[in-house]
């Protein structure tokens, strides 16, 4: 007899999952290069070929994944994942696509970094068989990655998206459905209490982030990590993790926000809190 959350189709074999992967930025092409590194087939969309060009420069001329603009190329996944940007009406977009075109027996999942799994489990209209992918930049280096589930999510899909991350030779640690899981619930009051350090203090970035450096055996800096992970994507983050309050020194700096506004969005646009090449 079935136990709850156990019912439907499981997938019909043991071997590695098709990835289908809808979208084309950072972590959508990270995260293609680390499955195509572990023999895994993998098919990005993207939505115009200027996003495709972008995506064949980041995966690198040799690179076995199939780049498409036809979204229809998905279907054959058993894995969709949605990695377009942090915006809860885009992600419940691609997700209802995602899950309208593959095989009632595939995995669908979104690589949120800070919105509600239960809310996209729901809205992709296939809960039993949804999860949170949160990988990490770069992810063909970062070992860590956050799998959520919503209440819904049957066994075999616990099972298969525990195997999935161990294909990819990575460690997959189980978090509860709050905004930012763990990794960004903890480390983003501490980046932006960085930022209203360097407002307050008239410090410069390379100061407070020496003082991390040095002092606290950081590999990078406050600020430099904030470039590295993009204002534009740290600021979505932030209004994500503190939408419940309206207390105004939890919401992201000011300085967050003016940087957006500059279209300094760190290291991708070749500004931020420093200069790039």
Not at 25 to 44: M, N, P, Y
Not at 82 to 94: D, P
Not at 192 to 199: H, I, N
């Amino acid at each position: 007899m079935s136990q709850p959350g156990e019912t439907g189709e499981s997938k019909p074999d043991s071997g590695p999952e098709r990835l289908g992967i809808a979208g084309t930025g950072t972590i959508a092409c990270g995260l293609a290069s680390a499955a195509a590194a572990c023999g895994i087939e993998v098919i990005v969309w993207g939505r115009s070929e200027a996003s495709l060009a972008r995506a064949r420069e980041a995966l690198g001329g040799e690179s076995p994944v199939t780049v498409t603009l036809e979204p229809e190329a998905l279907s054959v996944a058993t894995l969709a994942v949605e990695a377009v940007a942090e915006e809860q009406g885009v992600k419940e977009e691609i997700l209802r696509s995602l899950a309208s075109q593959v095989d009632e027996t595939a995995l669908v999942a979104s690589t949120t970094s800070s919105l509600s799994i239960e809310g996209l489990a729901l809205a992709s209209r296939v809960p039993e068989r949804f999860f949170g992918l949160h990988v990490f930049n770069p992810v063909t280096y970062m070992e860590l990655v956050e799998i959520c589930f919503p209440d819904e999510a049957r066994t075999d899909t616990r099972r298969r998206a525990a195997a999935f991350c161990a294909a990819l030779g990575k460690t997959a640690i189980e978090v509860p459905d709050e905004p930012g899981f763990v990794v960004n619930r903890l480390l983003f009051p501490y980046l932006f209490d960085a930022v209203r350090l360097l407002e307050r203090s008239g410090l410069e970035p390379e100061q407070v982030d020496a003082c991390m450096k040095l002092g606290a055996s950081h590999p990078m800096g406050p600020l430099e990590l904030l470039d590295f992970v993009g204002i534009d994507v740290a600021d979505a983050i932030g209004e994500a993790l503190y939408s419940d309050t309206s207390d105004p020194s939890h919401r992201p700096p000011g300085r967050i926000k003016r940087l957006v506004g500059e279209g300094r969005l760190g290291r991708k646009s070749g500004r931020g809190f420093y200069e790039y090449d």
